[in-house]
């Protein structure tokens, strides 16, 4: 029989359990992922940005539904993905969406502004982050993150049948701290301007991020 410290610490483990599954199964039923794209950024000194990302996606709910428990019906997909062309289409960013089966739509999207204005930028949005764009104004710092997924989530979905591939470059002038990119050179046209590129090539890789300094 468990003492009163061990029950405690049981109990306080098996919430901890509970809860993790609660969020994983919470990524695993409503969220959007790149099933292969192509994404550029572009960052100047004066914290003007442009990016664009043109490919396709995954509602990984509607996929779950169409292919694993096989419950959704035809009828019940044609109405989620008018539901998920509206999500998109909402925004003037996004200039073209068509949605084609199994939960799979193919999107291109373009924003473009002053980031030390506006402080953030993220594709889709804050809810549903693919990557952003952070001006982080106490520090200096741009930061460029991909979404962050745990390594059991990305191996879930990657059980699941789905996975990820493309590439995400990042041109700019600006002095870079940090990066975890694949590659960089500098640009043949320009060479004060550098890329940053990233090849993925499956879910199973870590975070893109790159930390760029404001002078």
């Not at 068509?98 to 949005?125: A, C, I, M, P, Q």
């Amino acid at each position: 029989m468990m003492d009163r410290a061990n029950l405690s610490r049981y109990r306080q483990s098996l919430t901890a359990r509970v809860a993790a599954l609660c969020v994983a199964g919470a990524v695993l039923a409503s969220c959007y992922m790149p099933a292969r794209f192509d994404a550029e950024i572009e960052l100047d000194r004066q914290g003007y940005y442009s990016l664009k990302f043109d490919g396709y996606m995954v509602d990984v709910g509607l996929y779950k539904g169409l292919v694993i428990d096989k419950t959704v019906s035809p009828a019940e997909e044609k109405e989620k993905a008018a539901i998920i062309e509206r999500d998109f289409r909402r925004e003037t960013s996004t200039k073209d969406f068509k949605y084609y089966r199994e939960g799979h739509f193919k999107v291109n999207w373009e924003r473009s502004g002053d980031l030390l204005d506006v402080k953030t930028v993220t594709f889709v949005r804050r809810n549903e982050l693919i990557f952003h764009l952070k001006y982080v104004e106490n520090s200096g710092y741009i930061v460029m993150e991909g979404k962050s997924l745990t390594k059991d989530n990305r191996q879930r979905l990657k059980n699941m049948g789905l996975d990820t591939n493309g590439q995400i470059r990042v041109k700019t002038d600006m002095p870079i701290k940090s990066h975890n990119a694949h590659e960089e050179k500098k640009d043949p046209r320009d060479p004060r301007y550098k890329w940053l590129v990233w090849n993925i090539s499956t879910i199973m890789q870590g975070q893109p991020r790159a930390i760029f300094i404001i002078e």
